[in-house]
């Protein structure tokens, strides 16, 4: 008979053949109930291997680039802004996620209701949302950029040109009171093309974003509509922000950040 390390060892193994299992899956596959299964997935999960996911599990992102530093190792703060970014989402929208960690977990906390369009050129988005009964989702492909497990390259960029959205959700490297900025030539010009066919812009960053720094300005700081990050912005980025007209929301809150008075 299997030990249950022996069980969860399996799981992994099934998962990386498989990319997802629902728990119908693994209880017949292992004869186990499904509390033993929930109960394996949620260690597995706390363990850093799984992604439990709507009806199953998936297997974990660790090759996700975090944007720059953005992101940064606060796990917790990630998911935070992740739901907070999700609360700005209506059940129906078409919105387009940008590759990387933040991107991930706004897509994880969509609602379960949410039956509105996905588009996206991260292959970790596509995957999760795979095992989901009711967004569609438009893949972007082109080149795969496995350092990002995301699609980039000129065929990105086309494919993004011939598609409209609503809302973007934006990963940056860094932020100032100029504008948004990335990395990479490569996933930048993905991103520009998404913010032209995007109505309107929604920032992901945690606080590390105002102090670090990226040489290719995505866009101006007018271009964005709503900062969600996980800090209150230092006082010169914070009165740039409000000066051009882009709302603050932090996670964890339900209000957004007053703007600061002059002197």
Known sequence: MESTTERRES???ALRAEGFLSIADLTRAYGVSHMTIRRDLRSLEQDGHVRRVYGGASLAAP??????RCAGPDVAGQVEIGRRAAALVGGADTIAIDAGILGYELARALPE???GTV???SVPVIQMLMSRPGPRVVGLGGELCPSISAFVGAGTVAAAQTVRVGLFFLSVDALDPRGAYAQSDAEASVKRALLTVAARSVVLASHGCFTDSAPLLLGLLGRIDTLVTDAR???????ALHA????VLLAGENTAVPAERSA
């Open 119 to 121: 588009v996206t050129h």
């Open 113 to 115: 209701k949410f039956s």
């Open 11 to 13: 799981i992994v193994s």
């Open 233 to 239: 912005p230092p006082s010169r980025m914070e009165r």
């Open 244 to 247: 051009a007209g882009v709302r």
């Open 63 to 68: 090759t996700l680039r975090e944007a720059g």
